[in-house]
Nanobody
Framework: QVQLVESGGDLVQPGGSLRLSCAASGVIFSIYDMGWYRQAPGKQRELVAHITSGGKTNYADSVKGRFTISRDNAKNTLYLRMNSLKPEDTAVYYC?????????????WGQGTQVTVSS
């Protein structure tokens, strides 16, 4: 059974930093593409960052230069380091895992962690 569990969300002041973690179980972590979405109240879900099984990354323009996605295959854990946080980064952050070996691609989701940026 696939399980993704996010942690690390918190209330932080503008300009602050957080590190989100996503612990995976029941998946062959190293072969999955992984990433983070976020959704703010009243807004569409937004792709924040993506990392392939090979380590290639891409980011939403809104977070480039401030956020860093990484993975530790030995620990089956995905990370999102967030620096210079802004109020507009406030959202629920969800991690996902993509099994791109199967057709169609199968995607698994975590339950989300709340990030609030406010003074």
């Amino acid at each position: 059974q696939v399980q993704l569990v996010e942690s690390g969300g918190d209330l932080v002041q503008p300009g602050g930093s957080l590190r989100l973690s996503c612990a995976a179980s029941g998946v062959i972590f190293s072969i999955y593409d992984m990433g983070w979405y976020r959704q703010a109240p009243g807004k569409q879900r937004e792709l924040v960052a993506h990392i392939t099984s090979g380590g290639k990354t891409n980011y939403a323009d809104s977070v480039k230069g401030r956020f860093t996605i990484s993975r530790d295959n030995a620990k089956n854990t995905l990370y999102l380091r967030m620096n210079s946080l802004k109020p507009e980064d406030t959202a629920v952050y969800y991690c996902y895992a993509e099994d791109t070996v199967v057709v169609p691609v199968r995607t698994y989701w975590g339950q989300g962690t709340q990030v609030t940026v406010s003074s």
